[in-house]
Nanobody
Framework: VQLQASGGGLVQAGGSRRLSCAAS????????VAWYRQAPGNQRELVAR???????NYADSVKARFTISRDHAKNTVFLQMNSLKPEDTAVYYC??????????WGQGTQVTVSS
């Protein structure tokens, strides 16, 4: 299983960015896929999650600003991030967890929001 995250970069506060996570060796739509982030000195935290049934969960800090979605044909999950704030600066990781609770992680992509 390989997860390839991309889309990170430098963005000004108030701007938008879309992250992508492409998978090989596993079908995203049959599992729970999530985005996590980790800022320097902080623990990794859940940002958004989509289950195989399509249920969505968001951290309170990103609700109404971030949207997680998936493209079945491309086996890719996206994180659309709008109204970005400096506190959103972190390394963002995609994660997939199978029904047997096996967890796979992508390599992370850096998002830096300048004020």
């Amino acid at each position: 299983v390989q997860l390839q995250a991309s889309g990170g970069g430098l963005v000004q506060a108030g701007g938008s960015r879309r992250l992508s996570c492409a998978a090989s060796g596993i079908i995203f739509s049959a599992n729970t896929v999530a985005w996590y982030r980790q800022a320097p000195g902080n623990q990794r935290e859940l940002v958004a999650r989509i289950t195989s049934g399509g249920s969505l969960n968001y951290a309170d800090s990103v609700k109404a600003r971030f949207t997680i979605s998936r493209d079945h044909a491309k086996n890719t999950v996206f994180l659309q991030m709008n109204s970005l704030k400096p506190e959103d600066t972190a390394v963002y990781y995609c994660n997939v967890q199978t029904w047997s609770s096996i967890s796979y992680w992508g390599q992370g992509t850096q998002v830096t929001v300048s004020s």
